[in-house]
T-cell receptor, first 114, second 110 residues
């Protein structure tokens, strides 16, 4: 596609439920990032995929969070047993694996846990 | 670890100049990015620095000093539409994740 696509754009879920957030990166981009942004805050790194390398999961806040990237393209971020503090905008970005190239962001998924 | 600091908020007048500073301490360095983010929208790329010096792009310029772990974004001839958050991000080493600072909210007043 022309840009990074994320779905759903908004998700309201009950505490304790599992949610799946999807990211479709720009075609040909081998690097994919997930970030979390709470209201008025900066971007908190969650996970980074680069090609076939093992992902950098160092930002995942707990074992309730996991992500996968199938076929080097689409990625899914899964949050199990959601808590109210998980409420945030989840942003996905992708880039080429070329020094100096910028990451392009999707519009994000606004997750609200009630 | 990584530490990226920038002021939380700045206010400036339309037509004026504002300089947003960013200091970083990272394990390795492979480039610094500035992004603009309007409220409720995704961040968009503004500039990239990997060598020391000034990069100019229209009304926006970005400066880097690697020895000081310091960058700034300069916004000239401010317009109301420049009211946004400005995010500094560092790539610590080739192939590694992009780490963001907390962002600086700039408010442009008439």
């Amino acid at each position: 596609g022309a840009g990074v696509s994320q779905s759903p754009s908004n998700k309201v879920t009950e505490k304790g439920k599992d949610v799946e957030l999807r990211c479709d990166p720009i075609s040909g981009h081998t690097a994919l990032y997930w970030y979390r942004q709470s209201l008025g805050q900066g971007l908190e790194f969650l996970i980074y995929f680069q090609g076939n390398s093992a992902p950098d999961k160092s930002g995942l806040p707990s074992d309730r969070f996991s992500a996968e990237r199938t076929g080097g393209s689409v990625s899914t971020l899964t949050i199990q047993r959601t808590q109210q503090e998980d409420s945030a905008v989840y942003l996905c970005a992708s880039s080429l694996h070329v020094p100096g190239t910028e990451a392009f962001f999707g519009q994000g998924t606004r997750l609200t846990v009630v | 670890g990584q530490n990226i600091d920038q002021p939380t908020e700045m206010t400036a007048t339309e037509g004026a100049i504002v300089q947003i500073n960013c200091t970083y301490q990272t394990s390795g360095f492979n480039g610094l990015f500035w992004y603009q983010q309007h409220a409720g929208e995704a961040p968009t790329f503004l500039s990239y620095n990997v060598l020391d010096g000034l990069e100019e792009k229209g009304r926006f310029s970005s400066f880097l000093s690697r020895s000081k772990g310091y960058s700034y974004l300069l916004l000239k001839e401010l317009q109301m539409k420049d009211s946004a958050s400005y995010l500094c991000a560092v790539r610590p080493a080739a192939g590694n994740k992009l780490t963001f600072g907390g962002g600086t909210r700039v408010l442009v007043k008439p």
